[in-house]
């Protein structure tokens, strides 16, 4: 019998961390199918909610941000392009791309919530910003990859043309936040293992196997 299993995935749709993760997330979750029965609700986490809805060039962000090089942003991207390829997403972003708000999107992954449709839409998400160039703080192209997903066009329109939504995704941002998470993507497991970062397949097959053990009062060697 599978044992159940609780993952709160706390992350933002520009960040490419996020996406490794997740997919490394769900690869393993694939292999441990008849082991575990997860239940995966995406968590908002904004890494940059100051940002204005046109956004901003990612080199120069990420230079007045981190104090990175153009040089070092390069390899970073090529790094993550790789690690993407291993888990079979397609990174297109180049030092012409640019970061954006995207408290909106995390509005309409709260309603997909509501509506069984959240992985879907954050996957959509996902191949909109990164493989496609999108932006995640623009109303049509928001309310396109919401019809997308099999969501209702209308009502995504509804909710991006008001501040429905709003108050709950702050409340639930701040509760993370008050809860130590400060970096995503974070993966918390049954509310109290949390394994933080775009961590490999492997990494969370083991992470699981032994939150699951340790549930039933066993250990993992």
Request: aromatic share 8%.
């Amino acid at each position: 019998m599978s044992a159940p299993l609780k993952i709160d995935f706390v992350s933002d749709v520009s960040c490419p961390w996020c996406v490794v993760g997740l997919y490394g997330l769900t690869q393993a979750l694939h292999i441990l199918r008849d082991e575990v029965s997860a239940e995966i609700r995406f968590q908002p986490f904004e890494l940059n909610p100051k940002m204005a809805p046109e956004g901003q060039n990612i080199t120069e962000h990420i230079t007045e941000k981190y104090g990175s090089t153009p040089e070092q942003s390069q390899k970073n991207r090529e790094m993550i392009r790789a690690r993407g390829a291993d888990v079979g997403f397609a990174f297109r972003t180049d030092g012409n791309s640019r970061i954006y708000n995207t408290f909106d999107a995390h509005r309409l992954l709260h309603w997909a919530g509501l509506e069984g449709r959240q992985q879907p839409l954050k996957e959509a998400l996902f191949k909109a910003y990164f493989t496609d160039g999108g932006s995640p703080s623009d109303p049509v192209q928001l309310a396109n990859i919401a019809e997308s997903t099999g969501l209702d066009r209308s009502r995504a329109e509804a909710i991006l043309g008001s501040d429905e939504f709003a108050k709950e995704v702050r409340e639930e941002e701040q509760a993370w936040l008050s809860r130590g998470v400060s970096s995503v993507p974070t993966v918390v497991f049954n509310g109290q293992y949390a394994v933080t970062g775009g961590q490999p397949v492997e990494t969370f097959v083991g992470a699981i196997r032994q939150i699951i053990s340790e549930a039933k009062g066993g250990t993992v060697s």
